[in-house]
Each structure stands twice: as C-alpha cells, then as structure tokens.
C-alpha cells in the first residue's frame, strides 16, 4: 500500500510561481510512474504531468508544457511539480497519484491505483 501527501499548495497571483510536492510512505517510489493531475471546479480531472521515476522520463500535457516541470528528488523519495507563470485558469485541486510500472507513465486517472488528498492551488488575477 502507497499512501501520498501533497504538500505546497496556496493562493498565489497571476504570473507567480508554486511549487508542489508529493510524499510517499509505506514504500519508495521506485519502480513506480508517479503523476499529477488537477480538477478545476465543474471540471473533470485532467493530467498535467508524469514522471517513471526509475528511468527519469517525464511527460507534460501540451497546455502545461514549458511552464510546469517535474522532477524527482531521490534523497526525499518526493516528486516536486514546479509551475511558473500561472494563470486564473490553473485554479485546481492538485492531485498526485502513482502506478506500478515498468517504463511507461500513464497520462489517464483510470490507470493510477494510488491518490493523494489533492492540494488547493489558487491563483488570483
């Protein structure tokens, strides 16, 4: 069992900067694609970014590519999502989640097994 806690949410204004982190206990991230989405009110949830931790790769939705980055952080067993330059239209709940895999980051919610409580990101125009 992975249980994930995102941290580093917050009200922030148009154009400023945030930066997510996610925590895994009961397990290290390895061997696990680790991912973040987001829900905008009356939204569904959509994918933003991904990273296998093992092997490094990222993957970034192309609205999101350019000002979000993810990385891992091997010392912490965290994954960080760094968002710069945000917009109203980045308003979401923050979610990070994980799967079980062997190279591949799934970029759909329905192949994550396991979700954190999801953070509030406000970004205030």
């Known amino acids: 069992q992975v249980q994930l806690v995102e941290s580093g949410g917050g009200l922030v204004q148009a154009g400023g900067s945030l930066r997510l982190s996610c925590a895994a206990s009961?397990?290290?991230?390895?061997?696990?694609?680790v991912g973040w989405f987001r829900q905008a009110p009356g939204k569904e949830r959509e994918f933003v970014a991904g990273i296998h931790w093992t092997i490094g790769s990222t993957y970034y939705s192309n609205s999101m590519k350019g000002r979000f980055t993810i990385s891992r952080d091997n010392a912490k067993n965290m994954v960080d999502l760094q968002m710069k330059n945000l917009k109203p239209e980045d308003t979401a709940v923050y979610y990070c989640?994980?799967?079980?895999?062997?190279?591949?980051?799934?970029?759909?919610?329905?192949?994550?097994?396991?979700w954190g409580q999801g953070t509030q990101v406000t970004v205030s125009s």
């Open positions: 009961g397990r290290t991230f390895s061997g696990y694609a």
């Open positions: 989640a994980c799967a079980a895999r062997l190279v591949a980051v799934p970029t759909t919610e329905l192949e994550y097994a396991y």
